[in-house]
């Protein structure tokens, strides 16, 4: 009977070792488990992580492209704005051009009747110059476009700018 019991604890302790052997297997197990589900875990994480990066990323990249496509719009609808701009100034220097031709037609048409001088008639056309070009101030119409115009020296121009102002002065009017 003691040797039963002999044997009853042996294999008590037996059993106890075993089921402690085997606990620490599966606790071992249980805790690799935890391990690579916590590095599959971390993995999943990272790649959650550059997804979102890289869907930043792209978001970034659209946002800038539609800052410069709303530059470029902006910037074609100014060119296409100054090109009207200068196509409307141009038309208005034209009409201004045309009757500046009118006005020096009349005025040749007026000194072919009055039968003036070519002096008279050069002193008139620079008063007209003083006119269109120096908003009616003789001194701010320079010789050289006189000279220009006339094809004279710069003491005939210079002579002519006088009595052009002094014709204005007395109220010439073309």
Not at 15 to 39: F, G, P, S, Y
Not at 78 to 98: C, G
Request: hydrophobic content about 45%; aromatic content about 2%; cysteine-free.
């Amino acid at each position: 009977e003691r040797q039963a019991a002999e044997k009853r604890k042996l294999a008590a302790e037996a059993d106890q070792v075993a089921a402690a052997e085997a606990q620490a297997v599966e606790t071992q197990a249980a805790a690799e488990a935890r391990k690579a589900a916590a590095e599959a875990d971390r993995a999943a994480a990272e790649t959650e992580k550059a997804a979102a990066e890289t869907r930043r990323a792209a978001a970034e990249a659209d946002r800038k492209k539609t800052e410069e496509d709303s530059r470029r719009e902006a910037a074609l609808a100014d060119i296409a704005r100054s090109r009207k701009e200068a196509a409307e100034a141009e038309k208005a220097a034209a009409e201004t051009r045309r009757v500046a031709a009118e006005i020096n037609q009349r005025a040749v048409e007026a000194e072919d009747a009055a039968k003036l001088s070519p002096r008279e008639r050069a002193v008139r056309k620079v008063a007209r110059l003083i006119l269109q070009k120096a908003g009616g101030v003789a001194g701010n119409l320079p010789l050289s476009d006189i000279q220009g115009a006339l094809e004279v020296s710069p003491g005939t121009a210079s002579e002519y700018r006088q009595e052009a102002a002094e014709l204005l002065a007395g109220g010439y009017r073309p």
